[in-house]
């Protein structure tokens, strides 16, 4: 079985910074170095958003609501992804959400496409 654990989430004001983690456990932990990982944010009433993904190789991405403000960092050692995020806005209030897909045959999918998710962890920035 397998198992994504986020923390760190929490309520700020504008301007603020929150930094989430997410641990996997079970078999990923056997190869977590080649997983694709991802934070991935739904706000009440809107679609999930994918805001960051770091692969394998280390290779990030953002979405450019969050670039400049928000980073994403792994740490293989300790089978963990972070999501560092600065000057925090109203519009960032969500659940976020990690996700994973091993990148053993070099996916490159859409968020859609992780198959291991973890239960999320509610960030919310008031005014």
């Known amino acids: 079985q397998v198992q994504l654990v986020e923390s760190g989430g929490g309520s700020v004001q504008a301007g603020g910074s929150l930094k989430l983690s997410c641990v996997g456990s079970?078999?990923?932990?056997?190869?977590?170095?080649?997983?694709?990982l991802g934070w991935i944010r739904q706000a009440p009433g809107k679609e999930r958003e994918e805001v960051a993904r770091?692969?394998?190789?280390?290779?990030?991405k953002y979405a450019d609501s969050v670039k400049g403000r928000f980073t994403i960092s792994r740490d293989n050692t300790r089978n963990t992804v972070y999501l560092q995020m600065s000057d925090l806005k109203p519009e960032d209030t969500a659940m976020y959400y990690c996700?994973?897909?091993?990148?053993?045959?070099?996916?490159?999918?859409?968020?859609?496409?992780?198959?291991?998710w973890g239960q999320g962890t509610q960030v919310t920035v008031s005014s």
């Open positions: 996700a994973a897909r091993s990148q053993d045959n070099l996916w490159t999918g859409p968020f859609a496409e992780y198959d291991v």
């Open positions: 079970g078999y990923i932990t056997r190869s977590y170095r080649n997983y694709c």
């Open positions: 770091i692969n394998s190789d280390g290779a990030t």
